[in-house]
């Protein structure tokens, strides 16, 4: 019988016959016996036997069922043929052996099955025997395929493992509960400074002492992680070999035996010294980038001052020269002055906004406040700038926009101010509105979106995104026709921000831009939404004259939300025609609404014909005026004009007064007596030490028909106040020798031996955040910057004065209850002059909320001498009006200040508020009984 060719290059040399004698041997011990082939076919595991040259002489069917190969074609096959062909010399040597009869029984084999796996099998050897000579070998082997799979992976992952353990550069380790280790790799011996991990764990026996700078802190690692089960970056200081320190970081875990028992930590550590040492350079970089902060604000601050020095006596000369006689040509030479000085002014405040956006220390002070009369007060600051160049100015603030809000609104009228203000720069004639509406409306905030629309110059479309920068103007050329630093819009986009909203701007060349900005405001508790309607103006029909077309719209959309019944036209000759023919029809109109300047007419004219004529007479008629011109407005009420109010309209203003109107017409009042006293000139004390401003402050005061005495200094104006009586006065804040402060600390620890008080008013250039809150905390009564503003010093000279003597007749007791308030009283205290009694309730009114908030904190903290504080400038405001229940009531709370008893404090604030709540609508009663 011939060899199979497939396994001639793996057989060694043997006689053909003696191969062949063995081959037919096996067959016949394999196959001769039907019952040995059934055992054999039936074993479970793979049996199969071959000759000494491997070739296979028989399989059972487990071979057949695990390998793929059919009896057939295993016969056909050598033992070499299916063995994997890393493990081929593996296979010869067992063939050797098998001749040599030294074959070891079990082993390990790789085969490939017929589909190509290659299976792993644990193989018994048994040599077969024929008179003493072996003949073939039986093999019996099991799949081990999965189990060696499973092993390969075990010694891979331990690899992998060990490799990691040996290779990481964080220390990995396993502890004792007293700290000595039971493993660690290498990184970690080299963290502490030792050759290897056998050095380190032979060398560290006690953690506490050999490991831990601070033992207190091994401590605190044991605890946390048996509390925790599992920490994270536990940071401390560690000893090196070498005595060194390190800071490391560890992450450890406990681990527990089955039965729960805690047997030793592990975890993994790390060298965090190079970290440590870069965040305490960050510190120090921190540290020195704030004092440097604090430096230039303090820089700021101080030239801000020296800056507002000279500014203050540039202004004040120019105003007093101005309220002299001039001829035309130093008029205009002094205007000149004055508008320039007034721009560097603006300029240094932008300057000082922008350093603070910078800083990032630009910051909102949100209080309580009417949207509509800070609104209203801000565009009255404008309207004679619009009005100079002939521009109309209008407000639209649709009817559920909430007034009553919480927010900055002096970062709000800053806002306003820089867009308004840019709207009247860039636009020659036509228009500029502005218009609010809600675009988000919740319970406690509302999301407001203001527009500013004007019919100037325009934007091109390329430059509409960098203006908003710092410094940056649509075009070069602008700055040296309209002026400006390009600063104004870069702050009012970073406020914007703060306030919670976005800023940007739709324009185009030619046709005019409309700035576009939203605002995230909070709604005052218990406020009503939107605006309050006068029951008297419901069904009233109004008859609106104005040749624009805009502000038609606007009046208009006032008077609808009132529930008036309007009538709108652009000429005035035919008003008296409208009037006759609604009288006619039954339907007469009773309020007139008239521009004050239209072309091709005289408002006064028809005002005139309109109270001349015996069926119109009793119509109400309202000139709006522009701001630029009193003695028009003057004009207007001799002609006729029950009012006359400034453009653009208030819509509070504009309410109360037809609301007013109508009442009078429908119950016309007593006839009203005349207050001819005028206002007395005050005594004041003027502690200034630049002469300079001395001499403008004391010019600006004579002038006013007041008595003027100064000090350079406060120690001199204490040692004038020792025998001298004042009405007032007006300090310094920076001064040498003894400061404004100092001296007014002085003067308030004189006035408690004596219960007097003189009203101080603080005069300082300082215009840095908390100024203001200083000086009142210092004592001050109010504050005025430099340079001082003439109208601003007169409001605060009579308003803090007129409350002086009030307080020692609410001493007396016995006002708690008197009336709200006496007319005659509040008219004689501002002298008969309404305008001046409205504009002075005004700010009552938007400072009131502020006044009584502190006064709330104060009695909430229990402070009794921010309580004294407090009651005392709300006594001083409600005085002004000669308001006595609200006086005896705040003057009841000063006391419980000074004397440091607080006991009942909250009843009695809650009772001066119920009685500033009766004041209220008193005072807005008789400002609304101003006769004609």
Known sequence: MKRRSGAANFMHDAPAGDSAVSRRLLETMCDGDSGYRELFDGAPDMLFAMDLDGGIVSVNRAVEQTTGYSREEARRMNFLQAVAPGQRPEALRILEQA???????????????????????????????????PVGIVVNARDATARAAAERALREAEQK??????????????????????????????????????????EVTDPNTQVYKDPGRRADFVRLVQEKGVISDFEAQVYRRDGSVIWTSETARAVYDPQGKLVCFEGFLEDITQRKKAEEEIRRAIDAAESASRAKGEFLANMSHEIRTPMNAIIGMTELLLETRLDPEQREYLQTIKTSADSLLTLINDVLDFSRIEAGRLEL????????????????????????????????????????????????RQIIINLVGNAIKFTDKGEVIVHIESEVLEPSRATLHFNITDTGIGIPADKQEPIFSAFVQADGSMSRRYGGTGLGLAISAR???????????????????????????????????????????????????????????????????????????????????VLKSARETGKPIGIVLMDGMMPGVDSREVAARIKSDPDLGSTAVIVLTSSALPDYARSCLEAGADACLAKPVKQAELSKTMANLVTRRAAPPAAPERVAAAQRGLHVLLVEDNPVNRQIAIRLLEKRGHAVRSAG???????????????????????????????????????????????????????MKGDRERCLEAGMDDYISKPIRPQILDEKLHALVASCPLGGAAADGGQARAEVIERDDVLARFGGDFEFLASSFELFRADYPSLVRALRDAVSTGDPAA???????????VSNFVAKAAAAAALRIEKMGRERELAGAREALAHLEHEVERFLPAMSDLQGSKPR
Not at 374 to 400: F, M, V, Y
Not at 751 to 760: A, N, V, Y
Not at 867 to 877: I, P, Q, Y
């Open 161 to 202: 493992y060990r490799a990691i353990f040996e290779n990481a550069v964080e220390g990995i380790y396993q502890s004792t509960l007293e700290g000595r280790l039971i493993s660690c790799n290498p990184a970690m011996a080299r963290i502490f400074g030792y050759p290897s991990p056998e050095e380190f764990m032979e």
């Open 365 to 412: 002070h949100p209080v309580d406040f009417s949207l509509r009369e800070s609104l209203s007060a801000t565009l009255s600051l404008l309207a004679l700038r619009a009005h100079q160049k002939g521009l109309e100015l209008g407000c639209n603030i649709l009817p559920d926009v909430p007034d009553s809000l919480h927010g900055d609104p002096e970062r709000l």
């Open 713 to 767: 200094s406060g120690r001199e104006a204490l040692e004038i106040l020792e025998g001298c009586h004042f009405d007032i006065v007006l300090m310094d804040v920076q001064m040498p020798e003894m400061d404004g402060f100092e001296a007014t600390a002085a003067i308030r620890r004189r006035e408690e031996s004596t219960g007097s008080h003189i009203p101080i008013v603080a005069m300082t250039a300082h215009t």
């Open 495 to 577: 406020l914007v921000e703060l306030m919670g909203g976005e800023i940007w701007v739709e324009s185009e060349p030619g046709k005019g831009s409309c700035f576009h900005f939203t605002a995230c405001l909070g709604i005052q508790a218990g406020a009503v939404a939107g605006e309050t309607c006068p029951e008297e103006l419901r069904g009233e029909r109004v008859l609106i004259v104005d040749d624009s077309d805009v502000n038609r719209r606007i009046l208009q959309s006032m008077v609808l939300n009132w529930w008036m019944r309007p009538r709108v036209i652009s000429d005035a000759r035919t008003a008296i025609d």
């Open 867 to 877: 309580v004294e504080r407090a009651a005392h400038t709300l006594k001083g405001a």
């Open 99 to 133: 001749r040599l009869n030294t074959l070891q029984a079990s082993r390990e084999l790789d085969v490939i099955a017929r589909d190509g796996r290659t299976l792993t099998l644990d193989v018994s050897m048994k040599l077969l025997s024929h008179d003493g000579k």
